[in-house]
Antibody
Framework: QVQLQESGPGLVKPSETLSLTCTVSGDSISNYYWNWIRQPAGKGLEWIGRIYTSGSTNYNPSLKSRVTMSVDTSKNQFSLKLSSVTAADAAVYYC????????????WGQGTLVTVSS | SYVLTQPPSVSVAPRQTARITCGGN??????VHWYQQKPGQAPVLVVS???DRPSGIPERFSGSNSGNTATLTISRVEAGDEADYYC????????????FGTGTKVTVL
């Protein structure tokens, strides 16, 4: 059974870059889409973007200018970078798996809380 | 950008039926997926492609989609069904991306 685990700094300063990594275990990272989704405290889910193992990406139009995703198949990991963060970027960040062309998320990480503060 | 609208809350007595709607322009032409999220936990897929149930999801969870409204139905509601529920679609009309509904809090009375 696949497991996903987010990791990265829990505190980021305003205007800096948020960096998170998701490590996949129990299955190969290949031939799936890998997504990042966030949830501000007390609010709903917001899709950030996805990356295929080929490196192809799709990003939320509202975040596109600040988002970069990458994948490292040798480490079974994929990563998120969000630049120029503000308080509005504080949230629980989830990574999630999407089987090719299903357009839904069948496995999720437990989530990691990111706070934005100086 | 495509918008999915859900009622903020639905209350239901145990053993009754809860219906959670997800409204969107011609949503019946899209595949809708539903997630359950309990406090402090990650979302869990409960219905995919309008009405399919992933392995391990009780038959009490069912879905439908037509016109401008998709519906998640929970039959014979149990206390353990109390959670937030989100619908989700793939918006392929422009800048291919995913959209989540606003979320519905289901309270079991």
């Amino acid at each position: 059974q696949v497991q996903l685990q987010e990791s990265g700094p829990g505190l980021v300063k305003p205007s800096e870059t948020l960096s998170l990594t998701c490590t996949v275990s129990g299955d190969s990272i290949s031939n799936y889409y890998w997504n990042w989704i966030r949830q501000p405290a007390g609010k709903g889910l917001e899709w950030i973007g996805r990356i295929y193992t080929s490196g192809s990406t799709n990003y939320n139009p509202s975040l596109k200018s600040r988002v970069t995703m990458s994948v490292d198949t040798s480490k079974n990991q994929f990563s998120l970078k969000l630049s120029s963060v503000t308080a509005a970027d504080a949230a629980v960040y989830y990574c999630a798996r999407e089987e090719f062309w299903t357009h839904y998320f069948d496995s999720w990480g437990q989530g990691t809380l990111v706070t934005v503060s100086s | 950008s495509y918008v999915l609208t859900q009622p903020p809350s639905v209350s239901v007595a145990p053993r009754q039926t809860a219906r959670i709607t997800c409204g969107g322009n011609n949503i019946g032409r899209k595949s809708v997926h539903w997630y359950q999220q309990k406090p402090g936990q990650a979302p869990v897929l409960v219905v995919s492609d309008d009405s399919d149930r992933p392995s391990g999801i009780p038959e009490r969870f069912s879905g439908s989609n037509s016109g401008n409204t998709a519906t998640l139905t929970i039959s014979r509601v149990e206390a353990g069904d109390e959670a937030d529920y989100y619908c989700q679609i793939w918006d392929s009309t422009s800048d291919h991306h995913y959209v989540f509904g606003t979320g519905t809090k289901v309270t079991v009375l």
